[in-house]
């Protein structure tokens, strides 16, 4: 259940929803997977897994939901290889030559007919509400899923009032100060061992640095030649250790020994309480990390217009 990675969004203050309500608004859309027919389905499912039909997890005023995203995979080249052999066979049989639209419309009949016969794959997706403090965090580190999940959600509830967070600093000036002089740096985050940096020219050269000291010579070295930061590894208060990129992506997020020994020490009795427990701490530390971030970047919301 730990997330691995934090998308974020604003909420807009206006929005607000109890978890019961969340609950029945999710019971509209649930997952039903592709059918026979369709070439990928999304829904809703439990965060406590299959044998639950509790759609949300309320703890530290969070509530998190779960989508499940089903495609069926029916690689482009079996496709073409069944339309070669189609083609192929009308055009001796008929003497011609077929019209591009003609082989189109034999594509998508092929494609109906080979849809039931394809193997699908189901990947879930967490994200959390944290109304209190304005947040919806997507375990997503691609804008693609991440804008999946949205949709779904705006289209189950009507609107979806969110906004990408906004700062009144570059992230990559900001992290770029950090590690030039990492006294720069606010407790209580601490410097990583890994960063990208990005030259400005127009070769647009890039230093990746990994399992590295970052104050070393060599890295000090590319920060003298012009280069700023794209992505760079911290640890917030020796808990968390992430990858915080020049869009405001927390990627790469570890949850330290610390938290695990929080979790053990709790000794769960059931997965929906292990499951609960994790949720607890994971937003309870989240929350502050990200209240601790912003304060760097001094953010400043803002406030989205209902879809």
Same mark, same amino acid.
């Given at each position: 259940?730990?997330?691995?990675?934090?998308?974020?969004?604003?909420?807009?203050?206006?929005?607000?929803?109890?978890?019961?309500?969340?609950?029945?608004?999710?019971?509209?859309?649930?997952?039903?997977?592709?059918?026979?027919?369709?070439?990928?389905?999304?829904?809703?499912?439990?965060?406590?897994?299959?044998?639950?039909?509790?759609?949300?997890?309320?703890?530290?005023?969070?509530?998190?939901?779960?989508?499940?995203?089903?495609?069926?995979?029916?690689?482009?080249?079996?496709?073409?290889?069944?339309?070669?052999?189609?083609?192929?066979?009308?055009?001796?049989?008929?003497?011609?030559?077929?019209?591009?639209?003609?082989?189109?419309?034999?594509? &998508?009949? *092929?494609? #109906?007919? !080979?849809?039931?016969?394809?193997?699908? /794959?189901?990947?879930?997706?967490?994200?959390? =509400?944290?109304?209190?403090?304005?947040?919806?965090?997507?375990?997503?580190?691609?804008?693609?899923?991440?804008?999946?999940?949205?949709?779904?959600?705006?289209?189950?509830?009507?609107?979806?009032?969110?906004?990408?967070?906004?700062?009144?600093?570059?992230?990559?000036?900001?992290?770029?100060?950090?590690?030039?002089?990492?006294?720069?740096?606010?407790?209580?985050?601490?410097?990583?061992?890994?960063?990208?940096?990005?030259?400005?020219?127009?070769?647009?050269?890039?230093?990746?640095?990994?399992?590295?000291?970052?104050?070393?010579?060599?890295?000090?070295?590319?920060?003298?030649?012009?280069?700023?930061?794209?992505?760079?590894?911290?640890?917030?208060? &020796?808990? *968390?250790? #992430?990858? !915080?990129?020049?869009?405001?992506?927390? /990627?790469?997020?570890?949850?330290?020994?610390? =938290?695990?020994?929080?979790?053990?020490?709790?000794?769960?009795?059931?997965?929906?309480?292990?499951?609960?427990?994790?949720?607890?701490?994971?937003?309870?530390?989240?929350?502050?990390?990200?209240?601790?971030?912003?304060?760097?970047?001094?953010?400043?919301?803002?406030?989205?217009?209902?879809?």
């Amino acid at each position: 259940m730990w997330f691995k990675n934090l998308y974020l969004l604003r909420l807009s203050s206006d929005f607000t929803l109890t978890p019961e309500a969340l609950h029945e608004a999710l019971e509209s859309k649930p997952f039903l997977g592709c059918g026979n027919e369709l070439r990928e389905a999304s829904g809703w499912v439990s965060p406590f897994g299959r044998n639950s039909e509790q759609l949300v997890l309320a703890a530290n005023d969070c509530m998190l939901l779960t989508l499940a995203h089903q495609e069926k995979l029916l690689p482009a080249s079996v496709v073409r290889e069944e339309l070669d052999a189609v083609v192929a066979e009308i055009e001796e049989k008929e003497s011609r030559k077929m019209g591009k639209r003609e082989k189109q419309d034999l594509r &998508d009949e *092929i494609e #109906f007919e !080979l849809l039931p016969k394809a193997f699908t /794959r189901t990947k879930k997706m967490d994200a959390w =509400l944290d109304l209190p403090n304005g947040w919806m965090i997507i375990n997503s580190s691609s804008n693609t899923p991440a804008e999946r999940l949205t949709h779904l959600l705006r289209n189950t509830l009507g609107s979806l009032p969110v906004t990408p967070p906004k700062t009144d600093m570059s992230p990559a000036v900001l992290m770029t100060q950090w590690l030039a002089d990492d006294h720069t740096l606010p407790a209580p985050f601490t410097l990583g061992e890994e960063c990208e940096l990005k030259g400005a020219g127009e070769e647009k050269s890039v230093a990746v640095f990994k399992r590295h000291e970052l104050m070393s010579e060599e890295v000090q070295a590319n920060l003298a030649a012009g280069k700023t930061v794209s992505k760079l590894g911290l640890v917030w208060a &020796d808990k *968390i250790s #992430f990858m !915080l990129t020049e869009d405001l992506g927390v /990627r790469r997020v570890r949850f330290l020994d610390v =938290l695990v020994d929080n979790l053990k020490d709790a000794d769960p009795q059931s997965h929906a309480e292990k499951l609960d427990i994790e949720f607890t701490l994971m937003t309870g530390e989240v929350t502050q990390l990200l209240a601790d971030l912003m304060q760097c970047f001094t953010t400043v919301t803002e406030v989205a217009e209902p879809a």
